[in-house]
């Protein structure tokens, strides 16, 4: 039995369908990445896995039960996009708080050693800075020994030595636990995922190894000037603007090779890579065929 599960899940806020017909496991070990652009649905996909919200239709299931029942919670870390620290509680006050809520929380100094937050143990949440706010509500999300933690974008706001230590933490997770992340960041899922699921448009575009994801997500663009150009292998997307063509490709060295090879006529050449975006874009145009 998966930890979580979707089944046919689509989630409207009004007239807004942010999750569109998604199906997901969520097995027992590893890091799953959540990938994709603003407004995916990644958050969505969270709150819903964990009982925030309820779908439109569809099913969601937590450890085979209903995510909003309190015993499949407590089984569970996380930490939303958005999170409030009571301003005027300290640190230790906050770790202790969420600890009170398990039989066998992590001691609280350890976690506070963990998430580099051990030297403000005693301060106001309120006057910690951006990344140690974010660590804190990270943190929290592990302070009960979940067998599964749901983490929305966890690195922003981090400095790169924050978000690389995090990395480790996450990691080291993983290797025991199950964690379900989000990020726009390939680099980071990279880093940490064993598993990707990019969402784009509310559906699931593709869920795979991050290797094979690299693969369909490191799209370039292959810019000339032509006046025609014949049907080449290779070519995902074709894009025409102020007079110049764009070829989007996984492969741009083989494209060029074929258009020498194929005699095209073309001046300007250059080759780009995509961002993530186009990259995604790309990806959900193949999928729907519009
Ligand atoms: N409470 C809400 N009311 C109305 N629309 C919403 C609400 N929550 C999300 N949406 C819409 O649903 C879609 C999916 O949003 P969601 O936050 O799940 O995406 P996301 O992938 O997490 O994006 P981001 O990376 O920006 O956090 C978006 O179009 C968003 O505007």
Redesign the pocket.
Known sequence: MPLARTIDVTRR??D?T?LDGVSLDIPAGGVVGLL?P???????LINLLVGLRKPTSGAVELFGGDPRDPASRRRIGVTP?ETGLPATLRVSECVAFVAAHFADPVPAGALLEDFGLAEVARRQTGGLSGGQKRRLAVALAFVGRPELVFLDEPTTGLDVQARRDLWTYIKDYGRTGTVVL?S?YLEEIEALADRVVV?GG?RVLADDTVESIRGMVGIHRVSLDTITLPELPGVVGVEEAAGRTSLLTPDPDQLVRDLVAMNVPFRGLQVQPTTLEEAFLTLTTAKTGS
């Open positions: 806020y009004g807004r942010a994709g603003n407004g995916a649905g990644k958050s969505t996009q989000t726009h969402i509310g």
